[in-house]
């Protein structure tokens, strides 16, 4: 319960200071731009992972969650009461960023899409597959084999900020479920684009967990 509580609280942050600057990044006050949406998710990330990382490992994305468990760093009753604390803290933030950015000036709040959303499926599932998969590998990198010491932290948060500054424009630069979750359910559309947040996502997230334990986990 404890893993699990910290796993919401920690997605609860991303989401909500992930899709609130995005949804700043479009408003008429001129809050942003990608630069510093990149900057608010990665940051935010970094904190998350020297907060609660000794708690629950800070996964907070469910595709994170699935490429631990696919390497089988993970049991699966753990890796299920991640993924609803996972999904239940992006649809709180999700509900708050529209609560608190309306009559701000934007239409936004902060849904992760792109250019290429909704004009090519194949892209938009490869780029946050791929995008997905460097966050794995980096987590695998300074959270489980711990190459990275007390740099954990910063380690996987500019990853995260690298991802989005690349693919923000193309995609919104998920790599997270339940990040595009929570605004997705807050705009009503889980119907539309949604899917396509999920299976990029996981995809990467299982090929970073099998690529790394077949090839760079040193067991010893």
Known sequence: MKAALAELIG???LTFIGAGAGALAGSTTGAGGIVAVALAHGIA??????TWGKIS?????PAVTLGLL???RVPVGKAISYWIAQFAGAGLAGLM???MVDHVGTDSIGETVGVLTLISTPKTILLEAVLTFFLVCAVYSSGVAGRN???AGLAIGLVLTMDILMGGYLTGASM???RSFGPALAAGNLGSYYW???????IGGIVAGLVYNLFFMDED
């Open 11 to 13: 997605t609860f942050t």
């Open 45 to 50: 990330l970094m904190v998350i992972v020297y």
């Open 57 to 61: 490992g800070a996964h907070v994305n």
């Open 70 to 72: 696919v390497g089988g």
């Open 97 to 99: 960023v529209l609560v």
């Open 149 to 151: 010491g007390n740099a």
């Open 176 to 178: 997270n479920p339940a």
């Open 196 to 202: 396509l947040y999920v299976v990029g996502p996981a």
